[in-house]
């Protein structure tokens, strides 16, 4: 089966484990770079200053970075009107609500992401209404959408469903792990009727019966 990764463009991926390493990486000609470090308000301040000179810098990652409310903000307000970084992903980090709101703010405003990734951060039903909200009347880039693992339920599979009813840019969606049940998967699965952008859909483990899985996956065919 074709996982989400296959649908993504080739990007050529570099790792920094240190605030030093994830730096020096960007001043050179790296093309994606995940960093894996705890990061202060102070040390993304930096990052971006040098981001905001890269111009061959496409795709940027944060993974386990400790990222709190105030570094939320600076990555949201930083990220808003970056005209170079299409992929962008937030891993293993959980966002508060507010912070999950200027996160999605932030995808309302951007106008280049193509690849927009939130894995594993607690969004939950209240953070994705906010991201359904700026998909549904903003974004008009976002093309490969990954919310794996983010306790996401049926209200907030409906809320998404909804935006996506407008919505004819996405075309790859992952809401593997999650808690979206039959009642948010039915929601998806009407949507379909309609949406016929969708080309990929990953709704695994979120306790939604075969049947129904089925009928989603024919829709997409």
């Not at 339920?153 to 992952?174: M, Q």
């Amino acid at each position: 089966m074709e996982s989400f990764n296959d649908r993504l463009p080739f990007v050529e991926w570099e790792m920094g484990s240190s605030l030093d390493q994830a730096l020096t990486a960007i001043q050179g000609e790296v093309q994606g770079i995940t960093i894996s470090c705890p990061l202060s308000a102070d040390d993304l301040v930096q990052l971006f200053d040098v981001i905001d000179n890269n111009m061959t810098l496409i795709g940027l990652n944060f993974s386990d970075c400790q990222l709190n409310d105030d570094g939320l903000k600076i990555v949201a307000e930083g990220m808003k009107y970056n005209k170079n970084i299409a992929y962008f992903g937030i891993f293993n980090n959980d966002l508060s609500i507010s912070s999950a709101r200027l996160v999605a703010e932030m995808v309302g405003v951007n106008k280049t992401l193509i690849s927009f990734r939130l894995k594993n951060t607690n969004l939950s039903d209240d953070g994705v209404k906010a991201l359904s909200h700026e998909l549904e009347y903003n974004n008009r880039s976002v093309i490969h959408l990954d919310l794996t693992s983010n306790k996401i339920g049926k209200n907030g599979a409906k809320r998404l469903a909804k935006a996506l009813l407008s919505n004819n840019i996405v075309t790859a969606l992952s809401l593997h792990d999650n808690e979206i049940e039959a009642t948010g998967g039915r929601s998806i699965s009407t949507v379909l009727e309609e949406n016929y952008s969708l080309a990929y859909l990953d709704l695994s483990d979120n306790k939604i019966e075969d049947d129904l899985l089925k009928e989603i996956e024919t829709k997409i065919q």
